[in-house]
């Protein structure tokens, strides 16, 4: 069971302004310099270099050298999982605040993003509410299954089905497919390695395409007819 002292310290890490700023931005699943980290929490470079070195110590983030360059992502799916129920609770006590004050930002996110790397927001709802109602998934509760059919469709999209099951059959490999509550929609979306490849394939068949310097995503005009007509996503706004 883990000890009060570590989870205390996990609280602490990620309840600091500046940090959960730089941790948010590193929810899209990009590696990001400590400069470019610094920008976003609007904070000098030795600061932020503190506050990642600390980070990375207690196994938030992780870094990769790229010849004389480091890049900074988060450590591990659990950690976006962790930030991604943060938000879904604070949002549930925030105090509601008139349509006419969200900004289109907070809309775009709203909409359309990553969480880490798969889906969320509208879109990331409607296309497990998809796979759900066709029967290419299970998702209840915590847990979730693909079937036979589920697996079938995701290789005539072209997901390399072969790959994603060896890879998560391995020891210590994520999880295949779960729900993924939503902190916007307050229903859940596909997470796992089944929701990592969809979202991969939906940036590699330019489905979908990044709106700069926020992780929010825009559906195009390609992407929005494969996701109703091959999907049979509902998809609103």
Same mark, same amino acid.
């Given at each position: 069971?883990?000890?009060?002292?570590?989870?205390?310290?996990?609280?602490?890490?990620?309840?600091?302004?500046? =940090?959960?700023?730089?941790?948010?931005?590193? +929810?899209?699943?990009?590696?990001?310099?400590?400069? %470019? $980290?610094? !920008?976003?929490?609007?904070?000098?470079?030795?600061?932020?270099?503190?506050?990642?070195?600390? +980070?990375?110590?207690?196994?938030?983030? &992780?870094?990769?050298?790229?010849? =004389?360059?480091?890049?900074?992502?988060?450590?591990?799916?659990?950690?976006?999982?962790? +930030?991604?129920?943060?938000?879904?609770?604070?949002?549930?006590? %925030?105090?509601?605040?008139?349509?006419?004050?969200?900004?289109?930002?907070?809309?775009?996110?709203?909409?359309? =993003?990553? &969480?880490?790397?798969?889906?969320?927001?509208? $879109?990331?709802?409607?296309?497990?509410?998809?796979?759900?109602?066709?029967?290419?998934?299970?998702?209840?509760?915590?847990?979730?299954?693909?079937?036979?059919?589920?697996?079938?469709?995701?290789?005539?999209?072209?997901?390399?089905?072969?790959?994603?099951?060896?890879?998560?059959?391995?020891?210590?490999?994520?999880?295949? &497919?779960?729900? &993924?509550?939503?902190?916007?929609?307050?229903?859940?979306?596909?997470?796992?390695?089944?929701?990592?490849?969809?979202?991969?394939?939906?940036?590699?068949?330019?489905?979908?395409?990044?709106?700069?310097?926020?992780?929010?995503?825009?559906?195009?005009? !390609?992407?929005?007819?494969?996701?109703?007509?091959?999907?049979?996503?509902?998809?609103?706004?």
């Amino acid at each position: 069971m883990t000890s009060t002292a570590t989870f205390a310290t996990i609280a602490a890490l990620a309840g600091d302004p500046a =940090r959960a700023v730089m941790l948010h931005a590193l +929810m899209d699943g990009r590696a990001l310099t400590a400069s %470019e $980290l610094a !920008r976003a929490a609007g904070v000098t470079a030795q600061t932020a270099s503190g506050h990642l070195a600390r +980070m990375t110590s207690a196994g938030l983030v &992780c870094v990769e050298k790229q010849g =004389r360059h480091r890049y900074h992502r988060l450590a591990s799916s659990a950690v976006a999982n962790m +930030m991604e129920s943060i938000m879904q609770v604070a949002s549930a006590l %925030e105090p509601a605040q008139p349509r006419l004050t969200v900004g289109p930002r907070d809309a775009a996110l709203r909409a359309a =993003r990553t &969480c880490y790397d798969h889906l969320a927001g509208r $879109l990331g709802v409607a296309l497990a509410d998809a796979m759900a109602t066709h029967g290419y998934a299970d998702l209840a509760g915590d847990g979730g299954i693909v079937t036979d059919s589920g697996f079938a469709f995701l290789g005539r999209i072209g997901v390399d089905v072969e790959a994603l099951t060896v890879r998560s059959s391995r020891r210590g490999v994520r999880i295949m &497919c779960r729900p &993924c509550l939503d902190w916007s929609e307050r229903r859940p979306h596909l997470a796992g390695a089944v929701g990592a490849a969809l979202c991969a394939l939906s940036f590699e068949k330019n489905w979908i395409r990044r709106i700069e310097d926020t992780r929010a995503v825009v559906v195009t005009p !390609r992407g929005a007819r494969v996701f109703r007509e091959t999907f049979g996503a509902q998809l609103v706004g």
